[in-house]
């Protein structure tokens, strides 16, 4: 189960959109079962979807909310709509993702593990 509030499923959406379509073009291009069987690719597409989530959530969280006055005791109140995927704003899921991509590219070059 996906919980998220406002854009904030567009975390795990441009991802995988990114990543199916760049796959399918390295597959075209190179071969079939390319796009899974090299150690860099998949790691390089997530790193470039990490990039993009990153600026499309902090651009969608920086939006400045709607001002109000309290009518009760005067204060202002700003309502503002939030993005978050899983309680983590939009953004930060951008470093969640480039950290998964480096992971990825250490582990598939044999560092962490041996194969």
């Known amino acids: 189960m996906v919980i998220w509030k406002g854009w904030g499923i567009l975390a795990l959406v441009i991802p995988l959109l990114i990543s199916l379509g760049v796959g399918s073009g390295v597959d075209y291009y190179y071969g079939e079962n390319f796009y899974k069987n090299s150690t860099w690719v998949m790691p390089m597409v997530l790193g470039l979807s990490a990039i993009i989530v990153f600026l499309v959530g902090r651009k969608v969280n920086n939006k ?39 992971w990825m590219y250490v582990a598939n070059i044999g560092l962490i593990y041996e194969n």
């Open 64 to 102: 400045p909310g709607k001002i109000v006055i309290d009518p009760e005791n005067n204060q202002e109140i700003e309502l503002k709509t939030t993005h978050t995927m899983f309680w983590v704003p939009f953004q930060y899921w951008g470093i969640i993702i480039l950290g998964i991509s480096i």
